[in-house]
């Protein structure tokens, strides 16, 4: 008997993934704050490890933006290129954005790991960092791409890792660990983004 399998229906959920787009440049327009709380919402839905949600989310905006730019240009100088450029770059996209959003993890997860799986000291670290940053990849996705089916754009600025104690001291969060910087606004370019590899080279089935 031949299968046949009903056409895939309208999904939203998918074309918001296929759409997301990193946007570097942004129009001068400010994202309204239902949106920005639409996108914080679908972000802290993520799933977590325990449920945990070692998670924070640090909103950026206005004078805090600018000397978060300034910080970051200023640091550039420090590095050769192309990781200078990188972060030049990224001071651009972030004075661009009408709102940036950072996210940071906690280390809650990591602090209680050893006592709640009671395993060694070393890989419970090991563990619980992973983790945690899983954690919050995983709400850095769903906020890039809830703001993308609200037709606003994104950019995980990962570079800033090079100085990230800077940026965790700029964002009142010393304890924690840098995870990733988004500017957040209405793209000032469309983008088709750079070529995927095909899923065919990235997928194997074993049965
Ligand atoms: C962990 C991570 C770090 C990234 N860091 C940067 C960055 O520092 N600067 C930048 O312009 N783009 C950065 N990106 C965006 C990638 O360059 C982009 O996702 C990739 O080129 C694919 O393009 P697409 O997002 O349009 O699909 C980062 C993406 C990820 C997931």
Do not use: C
Not at 75 to 89: E, G, H, I, N
Not at 137 to 145: D, H, K, S, T
């Amino acid at each position: 008997m031949v299968e046949v399998n009903p056409p895939l229906p309208r999904n939203e959920t998918l074309e918001s993934v296929e759409r997301r787009r990193s946007v570097r440049l942004f129009k001068r327009k400010s994202v309204p704050e239902d949106y920005l709380n639409a996108v914080l919402r679908a972000a802290n839905q993520a799933p977590s490890a325990h449920n945990q949600q070692s998670w924070r989310f640090i909103i950026i905006r206005g004078n805090k933006k600018k000397e978060l730019a300034h910080l970051v240009t200023s640091r550039a100088a420090l590095f050769p290129r192309p990781a200078s450029v990188l972060l030049r770059m990224a001071a651009r996209s972030i004075i661009s954005a009408p709102v940036v959003i950072a996210v940071a993890n906690t280390g809650e997860l990591i602090a209680r790991g050893a006592d709640l799986f009671q395993v060694e000291k070393k890989t419970a670290l090991d563990f619980f960092r992973t983790m945690e940053i899983q954690n919050s990849a995983a709400a850095v996705e769903n906020l890039m791409v809830a703001a993308t089916s609200l037709g606003l754009a994104t950019v995980w600025l990962g570079i800033l890792f090079l100085i990230k104690d800077d940026i965790l001291s700029f964002l009142g969060e010393p304890q924690g660990e840098f995870m990733a910087v988004v500017p957040v606004g209405y793209g000032a370019q469309r983008t088709k983004g750079p070529k995927k590899i095909s899923v065919e080279q990235v997928v194997k089935y074993l049965q």
